[in-house]
């Protein structure tokens, strides 16, 4: 587990059948926070995803399911540091759109 999303996107690997989908566990528990990646099953994902809760102060866990190219560069700590690869896609939505 790290600590923040950029560490953890070092780390980044390939997911492939059985274990097909890139699962992201986020663990909060007052300004601590824990973050794993790893390959899982579609099923074992989605049935983590489904009983992941967060309380009223944000203690918890949260559990991301994805199983598309670059699924690792999530979360929000990275989304600033991504904006560029966020405009790409934009723009490439926009002209699929026309």
Request: charged share 10%.
């Amino acid at each position: 587990a790290t600590t923040t999303n950029e560490a953890c996107n070092q780390n980044s690997q390939k997911c492939q059948q059985p274990l097909d989908t890139c699962m992201t566990i986020v663990d909060t528990l007052g300004n601590m926070k824990a973050i794993v990646k790893q390959c899982a099953s579609s099923s074992t994902c989605k049935g983590a995803a489904s009983t992941a809760s967060v309380d009223a102060d944000g203690n918890g866990n949260t559990v991301n399911c994805c199983s598309y190219n670059m699924c690792n560069l999530s979360a929000a700590d990275s989304v600033h540091s991504h904006a560029a690869l966020l405009l790409l896609t934009g723009g490439v939505l926009l002209l699929l759109t026309h």
